[in-house]
């Protein structure tokens, strides 16, 4: 009973702020790489920030600057805040976990949530 789910998306205007967050249960995200990706229709799954278990982090070049990931192992869940939002930062967003060391590739990450939207218009 592994499970991650992602909350806190929705629509928001160019510019605006958006904090996503993602509940682990069944294990505990501490020793973990955790990670956000997302995807748009027609593209692959892209890292958007990671993670590890010594709070060493990793951005996307698209993403940095604006976004910042951060992880609450007491409370076993995962944060996204997302600020400087752009129209190209629209799509789905999943979390996902890594036994282990961190990754960009998503082949390489065993446990995703369900993915929430982002949509972000002018």
């Known amino acids: 009973q592994v499970r991650l789910v992602e909350s806190g998306g929705g629509s928001v205007q160019v510019g605006g702020s958006l904090r996503l967050s993602c509940a682990a249960s069944?294990?505990?995200?501490?020793?973990?790489?955790m990670a956000w990706f997302r995807q748009t229709a027609g593209q692959e799954r892209e890292a958007v920030a990671t993670?590890?278990?010594?709070?060493?982090?990793t951005y996307a070049d698209s993403v940095k600057g604006r976004f910042t990931i951060s992880r609450d192992n007491a409370g076993n869940t995962l944060s996204l805040q997302m600020n400087s939002l752009e129209p190209e930062d629209t799509a789905m967003y999943y979390c996902?976990?890594?036994?282990?060391?961190?990754?960009?590739?998503?082949?390489?990450?065993?446990?995703w949530g369900r993915g929430t939207q982002i949509i972000v218009s002018s």
């Open positions: 993670i590890d278990r010594f709070d060493s982090t």
């Open positions: 996902a976990a890594r036994i282990g060391g961190c990754s960009l590739a998503y082949g390489e990450f065993g446990v």
């Open positions: 069944g294990y505990r995200i501490s020793a973990y790489c």
